[in-house]
Structure formats: structure tokens, C-alpha cells
């Protein structure tokens, strides 16, 4: 990771850890604690930076549904 990537804040990071590894790797072979660690941003701030990740992680932990699953 580029220091100027780093000064622009967790979601800068993120996002640009997340598209090396993704393009490195895989989408699939690419977890969130890989781009945390990758990007060196805290572990809550995947949350707070993505709301939707707690929400989804939430509707998934309570329904039984697989990462990606419609509900179908």
C-alpha cells in the first residue's frame, strides 16, 4: 500500500487493498480480513466505512443464508 493511499483515509485503502488483492487473487479467494490487513485500516472500520457489510452479515447470521443467497 502507497503512503498516499494511506493518507487518504480506511475507505481509500480499502478500496484500493481490496482491488489489488481481487485483481492478485480472486474475488472469491478474497476475504475481509485480507483487505484489512492488506490496507492496515482497524478491523471496526470495515463497518463503519460499509454499513451495509453489518447488515448483511446480520440478515445472514439470522436467517441461516449463505454469503450471496437471495432468500429464495
Known amino acids: 500500500m502507497i503512503a498516499a493511499e494511506r493518507r487518504d483515509g480506511p475507505r481509500a485503502a480499502m478500496i484500493a ?3 489489488a488483492l481481487m ?3 480472486s474475488v472469491a479467494a478474497t476475504s475481509f480480513r485480507d483487505v484489512l490487513e492488506n490496507s492496515g485500516a482497524p478491523r471496526g472500520s ?3 466505512t460499509f454499513p451495509a457489510v ?3 452479515s446480520s440478515k ?3 436467517t441461516g443464508q449463505p454469503p450471496g443467497s437471495s432468500g429464495r
Open 23 to 25: 485483481s492478485e487473487r
Open 17 to 19: 487493498g481490496a482491488i
Open 46 to 48: 470495515i463497518y463503519t
Open 60 to 62: 445472514r447470521r439470522r
Open 54 to 56: 453489518r447488515r448483511n
